[in-house]
């Protein structure tokens, strides 16, 4: 009798720490690099921003996705000879919302460019809607430490580093946060 007891605790306390981890994964979705066919699926060519249609640089994409296939993806804009030449350098698309440094992105897309400081340590960017060019807020990259691989953009899974690069400067994002 003693036995059948234990047995039974064991089952329940078995059943019970595989609910709690059901649970604790069904809160935070697992995040991934994406690929270069997901990429391509969601970047345009060439992106719509404000009136015109900018071409891309598809090598220099860049994203994460996850499991339910909703992706944060940006590439580097070609914009010689566009009005938005010096204006932005990159288009982002959004599908779950997220906080860049401390600029709430709601799912969209959206547009940004920087500005170097005086001191050369960190870049000023500011957020912009595509469709209109509305500025929705500016935040600070800094230099990321240790870092030698300069990359156009490069959009890192949370897990590894939860930063946006540009160059060899870092802005922190945290998903879920508007």
């Not at 997220?98 to 960190?122: C, H, I, K, N, Q």
Request: with cysteine; aromatic share 8%; charged share 15%.
């Amino acid at each position: 009798m003693k036995m059948k007891g234990a047995n039974i605790f064991s089952v329940l306390c078995a059943a019970i720490l595989a609910l709690l981890c059901w649970c604790a994964a069904a809160e935070a979705p697992a995040w991934r690099q994406a690929t270069q066919a997901e990429l391509s699926s969601v970047l345009p060519s060439r992106a719509p921003v404000v009136n015109e249609h900018i071409e891309t640089e598809m090598r220099t994409a860049s994203g994460i996705v996850d499991e339910h296939g909703r992706v944060i993806a940006g590439v580097v804009l070609i914009t010689a000879g566009y009005s938005a030449d010096g204006k932005y350098s990159h288009y982002l698309i959004v599908q779950a919302p997220m906080r860049v440094g401390g600029v709430a992105l709601a799912p969209g897309e959206y547009v940004f460019g920087w500005t170097r400081s005086e001191d050369g340590d960190s870049l000023k960017v500011h957020f912009n809607q595509a469709a209109t060019g509305a500025l929705v807020g500016a935040t600070d990259a800094h230099w990321i430490a240790g870092s030698t691989r300069v990359e156009s953009l490069h959009i890192w899974p949370p897990q590894d580093k939860e930063i946006i690069q540009i160059g060899r400067f870092g802005i922190p994002y945290r998903l879920g946060a508007e």
